[in-house]
């Protein structure tokens, strides 16, 4: 069965990391932070080659996993596996979507860690993307050590205002139901790009 709902507090998690992190240029060694602007939502940023490394890995947005009756694996006919840390229970409240790793047949696909509103990281083959968000400062590590960030209330104001919704913005958020769980990411260009959806009936 399909998820039925969005929870608010997964639209806010998603559009809290509305900001982009550039794929090029600037300092590589991350010892000093680029200036984070709205012209980084529509280029080819880190975060989006970050995504497409895990692209030909992901399970098909198709087909269902079956979620395991402890919560802790997801299960798909065709060997992809998503593990949870800790283990989910459906309906899914947004906090609990704080670490899940996908495997295809035994092969790292993506892994994802969220300790916390607005703070990230994901691993693809191309490496390690970042969010950090300290207040008005929202920042972001490159898998090439470039950092990019927004420089305190005035820059995170400024950035509030770029023309983007939240399938533009860094971020994960589950779409959720009594039975089952589906979890989108933005921030990838795409409409809605499903990481995986599972099931437990």
């Known amino acids: 069965m399909r ?37 980084w939502f529509d280029g080819p940023n880190c975060f989006k080659i970050a995504i497409d490394a895990a692209m030909s890995c992901l399970p098909s947005a198709s087909v269902v996993g079956t979620l395991s009756a402890d919560g802790k694996t997801c299960t798909y ?10 283990p989910l229970t459906v ?11 996908i495997t ?9 860690n969220q300790p916390s509103t607005g703070n ?25 050590g470039t950092t990019w960030s927004t420089s305190g209330v005035e820059g995170d104001v400024a950035l509030s205002q770029c023309d983007g919704g ?9 779409l959720t139901s009594s039975d ?6 933005g921030g990838t260009g ?7 959806s599972c099931s437990t009936m």
């Open 190 to 196: 795409a409409s809605e790009l499903t990481l995986f």
């Open 120 to 144: 990230f990281t994901v691993r693809t083959s191309a490496g390690t993307f970042n969010q950090t968000t300290m207040g008005a400062v929202v920042s972001m590590v490159c898998p090439d």
């Open 3 to 39: 998820p039925r709902h969005l929870p608010a507090a997964a639209v806010a998690s998603i559009a809290v990391g509305a900001f982009a992190c550039g794929s090029g240029g600037g300092d590589s060694s991350g010892s000093s932070a680029n200036a984070l602007t709205c012209s």
């Open 104 to 112: 295809d047949n035994g092969a790292a696909c993506l892994s994802w």
């Open 180 to 185: 089952s769980v589906e979890v989108l990411l």
């Open 166 to 174: 939240p399938n533009e913005n860094p971020g994960a958020g589950p």
């Open 91 to 101: 309906p899914l409240s947004d906090s609990q979507l704080s670490n899940f790793t």
């Open 77 to 86: 006919s065709d060997g992809h596996l998503v593990t949870f840390d800790p």
